[in-house]
């Protein structure tokens, strides 16, 4: 069974404060996926990896930055949060292609007060 | 502009009926349909893939896809309880490698 794991999984920050959202793949995949879940909204993507070294941006990659420094490790990082940040965070991890199934991490409950 | 779209919004079925839940999608170059599971409290699960026109059955679970509709539903019989969850459908192209997410459709199977 695909392994992703997620720390930590609550987190609660102050407005203008930097958070770190770490997120580690025993799978040996070479894509990862930051995700944030709210109510209404589904599931929407804000950075990807192809690879160690690479980040690129998703559909909402505003405030956030990510950094791939292994083909295991995907951290998201908030320099500055905010209140419209607080929200479920996923990661996952997958093969290459669409026609691959993705495999997700328990998440991360983050609130900015 | 949503490319994934999921109705109904919430269900709600007795145990040992049938759910079904739909999806559409607004671009033809989508190839790839995927259904998630989502349980409270959980990351999303992959639960079933389907690629080719028509039915692809697992278990008490069953795809259709009719692509020339851009259309892809799910259909789960005899409910369980254990079968409520958040329920997403997912699309992908050839050539790319994320998934565009619906918002969702939330199941209750009622005991």
């Known amino acids: 069974e695909a392994a992703v794991t997620q720390s930590p999984r609550n987190k609660v920050a102050v407005t203008g404060g930097k958070v770190t959202l770490s997120c580690n793949q025993t799978?040996?995949?070479?894509?990862m996926y930051w995700y944030r879940q709210d109510t209404g909204h589904g599931l929407r993507l804000i950075h990807y990896?192809?690879?160690?070294?690479?980040?690129e941006k998703g559909d909402i990659p505003d405030g956030y930055k990510a950094s791939r420094p292994s083909q295991e490790n995907f951290s998201l990082i908030l320099e500055l949060a905010t209140p419209s940040q607080t929200s479920v965070y996923f990661c996952?991890?997958?093969?290459?292609?669409?026609?691959?199934?993705?495999?997700f991490g328990p998440g991360t409950r983050l609130t900015v007060l | 502009q949503q490319k994934v779209q999921q109705s109904p919004e919430s269900l709600s079925v007795p145990e040992g009926g049938m759910a079904s839940l739909n999806c559409t999608s607004s671009?033809?170059?989508?190839?790839y349909f995927w259904w998630y599971r989502q349980h409270s409290g959980e990351g999303p699960k992959a639960l079933m893939?389907?690629?080719?026109?028509g039915d692809k059955k697992e278990g008490r679970f069953t795809a259709h896809l009719n692509k020339a509709s851009l259309h892809v539903s799910l259909h789960i019989r005899d409910s369980q309880p254990s079968d409520s969850a958040l329920y997403f459908c997912a699309a992908s192209e050839p050539g790319y490698q994320n998934f565009y997410f619906g918002k969702g459709t939330s199941l209750t199977v009622i005991p």
């Open positions: 990896s192809y690879g160690a070294g690479s980040t």
């Open positions: 671009d033809r170059n989508f190839q």
């Open positions: 799978n040996n995949h070479n894509n």
């Open positions: 893939s389907i690629f080719s026109d």
């Open positions: 996952a991890s997958g093969e290459v292609g669409g026609a691959r199934e993705q495999y």
